[in-house]
């Protein structure tokens, strides 16, 4: 059988017929050349032997992203720079660095790239690759834990085949891959497919007691429901949770550091993806601690209005329901029993969706939804960390985590030998935790339960004394608290925008005035980033993962880019904006009139006005898929008062399922009317189409 194993870099050969990918890692008689037609789009694989390629361009590839169709042509996207973050088992971790976004049309139709709307595209995919923190390996599935590394035989099995489907975040742009291999056995383009993650690697190396091992963390971020903070919350119909990452804690014995870890790669100038450089694992013992977060497991949004805190609303029918026993169902199936810690608070807007949560836990366990109680599946534990930690007493903590201590004994951790050919221990259930945006009080207690289960491997290995815990060890509790800080600005920044508040505390394990200013310049970036700038970025999430799927031509979206909203909505920032400037201007000079003053500062308070009393018009949406149902939501659940709505709200594009659902608007406008040119029809919102046909 031929080897399925992945390639670990090419030469790509560019001419204006075929994109040519020559494998580099093999002898080059034994190696198949990928090719992919400029002209129909084909993929083939060549015959082994065939002769020298000559090309206009060639460039060094690392690894293959996939292929995303946009408005008027396919674009290849290639990994071209990478950087080794260390070592597990031999294979090296890579970071991606730098991307090509290649068209697979021919140079003769270029001018089809020009259009606004296919430029459009282009910045949303190129704005999502350097946003994002890829990960790979050609050796070593970063997509599975360990556990589900050592419960399947991968002998015969390609890396797509065995990668976790939620974390094969570039799957959907191999799907054009994956079909031919599974089509055509001669074609098999297994050894082109490579799996990447969203999330994040951190390997250093440690010690205690004088004995060296080595301490990993790893995030997985799902691409399902993947998204931005306000734009991403609850379930959607098939269970998938939004901000639904899986946090692995690895420790791997008998480690051999080979050199320190260079200067450049340490977590002072790397927060976001951490360091580890030049470790080499040489582990008998292999022990693994899995937790998960994901948003609250209800249907519910909030909506931006250019308020502070947005209005909340929650969707209680019975597609929630059933959407949240698929949730579950999964998360059992997956992990064992779950322990739900449930971090909102349990007074003020936060209260509805704890309600709601505990409503939807009791309906499972008792039975009550239409299927067999999940009462030993699920249990559910409730922690009001803003009224237990408040006045900066963080290190109450504690008092959730010795109320875990019995489950978390019960479900264990994963311990592996390789002198065993089974599993030592395995870990029966995981720790699923929540607030509003799963960021910052989740991450403190993640953190707190990562340190407790440390605390039970450590002593299992033999480094710990049974009466021995990781906080006696000030050196070691230095790496490990940057490394979950550090773990908590990446999830952060990637859902958010902004570093994660509170992170004083977990590198610390104070609470600091420091730590208070550092959040509070943070919240204001995020209410900036949240507004005005996660419309397009929420866009970028949909189009990458295939949320939303391209078609037709780029004639028929232009309300991608161009904004339909009223003259009168769109000319009052720049009436405040020129008010502003010419009553500053005014004061600045002597002799002025005061009715010029009183006249500027008028018009500038009356715009501030109009713009927060319809501040829903002036936050930036997504376009590809924008959130009709939530904003005009009226079923049963529960709704904050609304803000910043005005007397109309027409400019958003509706689709036209919305008027199958007979979704109303709050408040009594006319329907909008739209222009063909103004439908989005180029796109497909995969959600949408999934309804139509229940509806």
Known sequence: ??????????????????????????????SRRLLISRRNGDIVLSQPGEGPLYAQDQLVVYGIMGILSLATSDF????????????????????????????????????LLDHPVERHLQKLVERHLHEGVFWFSHGWDLTRRLQSQASVNPEGKAAWELADDRFFWNKYLHSRFIDISTSNPQQDLSRFILPVIYGSFDLRPAHINRTPFLICLISRRSRYRAGTRYFARGLDQHGHAANYNETEQLILTDASPLDSIPPSYTSANRPAVGGGFGAVVENKTRMSFVQTRGSAPIGFAEINTLRYIPDLVIMSTEEMSRACKLHFQEQVALYGKQLLVNLVNSKGREKAVKDEYERKVAELTKGTTGAEAMKDDLKYVYFDFHKECSKMRFDRIEILVDQLVPDLKDAGYFHQSINSATPLKIQTGVVRSNCMDCLDRTNVTQAAVAKWSLT??????????????????????????????????????????????KTDFTRTGKRSHEGLVKDFWSSVTRYGKNNFLDGERQDAFDLFTGAWIAHGGPARATALITDTRPLRVRSMPYVAFFALLFMGSALSFSGVPGYIIATCALAFAVSLFYIFSHGIEYVNWPKLNPPIESIFYEGPGFKTVQHGRGKEFRWIPLPRWVKFRSIQPFHKVSTPVLHKLEEIEMGTNVASKARKRVA
């Open 1 to 30: 059988m031929a080897s399925r194993t992945l390639h670990e870099s090419y030469s790509l050969y560019i001419t204006s017929d075929a994109y040519v990918f020559d494998p580099t890692d093999g002898p080059s008689h034994q």
């Open 76 to 111: 290849l996207v290639v990994i071209t720079g990478r950087e080794a973050r260390g070592r597990i088992d031999g294979h090296a971790i890579y970071l991606a660095t730098d991307f090509k976004v290649l068209p697979i049309a021919p140079p003769s139709s270029y001018h």
């Open 456 to 501: 039970q491997q450590l002593r299992a290995a033999g480094i710990l004394t049974e009466k021995d815990r990781v906080d006696d060890h000030p050196e070691f509790m230095h790496t490990f608290r940057h490394m979950w800080a550090d773990h908590a600005d990446h999830i952060s920044r990637a859902y958010s925008g902004t570093p994660a508040l």
